[in-house]
């Protein structure tokens, strides 16, 4: 018996907001379609990131921003339709990506084709694609940035997160050694994805712990929970000329020099080529997923508080 070929329906569940502050509601839209030089989605999994709460609550501005606003950027799925003058992909082919805004919580969502989009690893299944973009694109910055070279020493700080858990395998397959902060319960899996030494940091003071095993301070440093007070703080475990790198803005490059330490923000590297380079490190098994925790699309309002509260072990997607 032949398959009936898919049909793309006039509208599509999804989970949206009508003003900034607002929870947010899974309600009926109407699917989009693609525009020149786009292609259209069929979402399977989307990802779940902090930037995703920081918006809908406004705590990032959005002027450009229409309600009903759908949230979500990460997104794994299958391409059901191409734009005019579309040519990268074609309908058919499994993909998975970024777009800040893009309105991944639905099941169907517009993406250009020219932007954060990369065909998905093989090795992977939807929710596990849909982990990776921004946690995995952020963390390639991140080691990038600090410019690790073999045998030098790291402090990760908010190693068992999503970022986090990247960070420690790029850096320890740079050779780095790696300590890490996570809690006790989760000591076992920071030090599988390659970390030497894991420090409690709900019992320690970090800096101590750090110099404690390091007496001449780490090389550098990670920084990827904390505000600019933990931020100065956090430095003083680094050697004179180490390098810090926040991926919250928080490092003061002029107040963190008269430590003697080089102190820079990292933001995601957005582009196709380095999802595609994320995708063979995962393919090839240089790079390990953390733990995901899914929820279904009509939780999606649970899972961005879940997110907001914090101390997120690993990675929350949706699934659609």
Not at 163 to 176: E, H, I, K, Y
Not at 288 to 316: I, T, Y
């Amino acid at each position: 018996m032949a398959t009936q070929p898919f049909r793309i329906p006039a509208r599509m569940r999804a989970f949206a907001i009508d003003e900034f502050g607002d929870r947010g509601t899974l309600r009926h839209l109407p699917t989009p379609h693609p525009r020149a030089g786009e292609v259209l989605i069929r979402v399977r999994a989307a990802g779940v990131n902090p930037v995703d709460w920081k918006v809908r609550d406004g705590f990032i501005p959005l002027p450009q921003a229409h309600f009903p606003c759908v949230l979500g950027s990460d997104v794994a799925g299958i391409i059901e339709q191409t734009g005019p003058n579309s040519s990268r992909y074609r309908e058919g082919d499994e993909v998975y990506g970024s777009v800040f805004m893009g309105g991944s919580f639905a099941e169907f969502m517009v993406v250009p084709e020219e932007g954060v989009l990369a065909l998905k690893p093989r090795t992977l299944d939807f929710a596990g694609a849909a982990a990776l973009p921004i946690a995995g694109l952020t963390a390639l910055a991140v080691v990038e940035a600090l410019r690790l070279r073999p045998g030098q020493s790291i402090l990760v700080v908010g190693a068992s997160g999503g970022v986090g858990s990247f960070v420690v395998q790029l850096a320890a397959m740079q050779g780095a050694h790696v300590v890490a902060t996570a809690r006790a319960d989760a000591a076992d899996a920071v030090e599988e994805l390659g970390a030497r030494d894991v420090i409690d940091h709900s019992n320690n003071d970090v800096v101590a712990a750090t110099r404690g095993i390091y007496p001449g301070g780490v090389d550098a440093v990670a920084e990827l929970v904390d505000g600019p007070a933990e931020v100065t703080h956090v430095a003083a475990a680094l050697k004179s000329g180490g390098r810090l790198v926040s991926i919250l803005g928080a490092a003061d490059a002029a107040a963190l020099g008269q430590q003697n330490v080089h102190g820079l923000n990292a933001n995601m590297k957005r582009s196709s080529s380095a999802l595609a380079d994320l995708s063979e490190l995962v393919d090839s098994g240089r790079l390990s997923l953390p733990r995901l925790r899914a929820f279904p699309l009509e939780d999606a309002a649970l899972a961005l508080d879940e997110s907001k509260r914090g101390h997120v072990r690993g990675k929350l997607v949706l699934t659609v």
